[in-house]
């Protein structure tokens, strides 16, 4: 009887030690997947924070991307043409810019999807640096096409320009070429003789060879005369004594006037170049040099 029960003691103690012994394995392994589980979620949010930090780096390069595209158009719309390569530089830096960002996105995409993190806000932020990189790439597309239009529009000016510049100097050209027109008369000077011979005057009037005078003839040659511009030279020299000058043509008095200038010589000075210039050919009569 009393074996009996020593055995069934012993069956017992045999039955807890092994119950104990197998608790003690499964605490033992609980603690160690407790500790793999705080090791991994350590892990997680150690990859979490850099992803954050990569993202948060990533935006401030496209945000200097901005500015840059602002700095780029302000260069086209203050210059123009005149720092064309410059500005096409400036372009071709930020597209590449754009470039290195949008490669940072995918390699940190590639790293999220091996580390095995599925977090909603983690591809929610991706997704959004995707799209603005790609409004930015499509940005500076968009700014290539309007330099490489602002270049078109600034050629056809300066081809237009130039030619209103032409056409401003034909014109002033005419001007000038008119006004020396209207201001230019044309006077010959000389004896009676000389006129005569020249056909640029003719006797009028008298009687038989008495009291004849001279009028300007209707039938001379203009190689008979010289220009004058009366808007650059308002007087004309007469080798002649005072008294010994007579204007023949129909100049207005009171256009004109002869002073003696010195010994054996006088001169006519236009007064009123607007009344004198209205009769263009100037007939100027002096005498002869008495012989010595």
């Known amino acids: 009887m009393r074996k009996g029960v020593v055995i069934g003691l012993a069956v017992v103690c045999l039955a807890l030690v092994g119950a ?7 605490y033992k392994k609980s603690q160690a997947d407790f500790a793999k589980a705080t090791a991994d979620q350590d892990a997680m949010r150690q990859r979490y924070d850099q992803a954050v930090n990569e993202i948060v780096s990533i935006q401030d390069s496209l945000n200097a991307i901005v500015v840059g595209e602002n ?9 123009g043409q005149t720092v064309h390569e410059q500005v096409l530089r400036r372009i071709d830096t930020i597209k590449a810019s754009i470039a290195r960002t949008k490669a940072r996105i995918e390699d940190l995409d590639a790293k999220l999807k091996h580390n095995g993190m599925r977090i909603a806000s983690m591809r929610k932020m991706i997704d959004n640096l995707r799209e603005s990189a790609q409004w930015r790439e499509e940005k500076i597309a968009g700014l290539t096409t309007q330099v490489d239009t602002l270049r078109t529009r600034v050629t056809g000016l300066k081809f237009e320009i130039q030619g209103q510049q032409e056409a401003l100097q034909r014109n002033q050209d005419e001007l000038k070429q008119r006004q020396a027109e209207l201001a230019t008369i044309y006077y010959a000077m000389g004896t009676k003789d000389e006129l005569t011979r020249a056909h640029v005057v003719e006797p009028n009037g008298g009687v038989l060879g008495v009291g004849k005078s001279l009028k300007v003839s209707g039938m001379f040659e203009e190689a008979s005369f010289s220009p004058l511009n009366t808007d650059e030279q308002t007087t004309i020299q007469i080798p002649a004594k005072k008294g010994k000058v007579q204007v023949l043509s129909a100049q207005p008095p009171g256009s004109y006037k002869l002073t003696v200038v010195g010994k054996d010589m006088v001169e006519l000075q236009i007064v009123d170049r607007a009344e004198f210039r209205k009769v263009k050919h100037l007939v100027i009569l002096r005498a002869p040099p008495r012989a010595a």
């Open 71 to 79: 700095q780029a158009q302000g260069d086209i719309e203050l210059h």
């Open 20 to 26: 104990a012994g197998l608790t003690y394995s499964k």
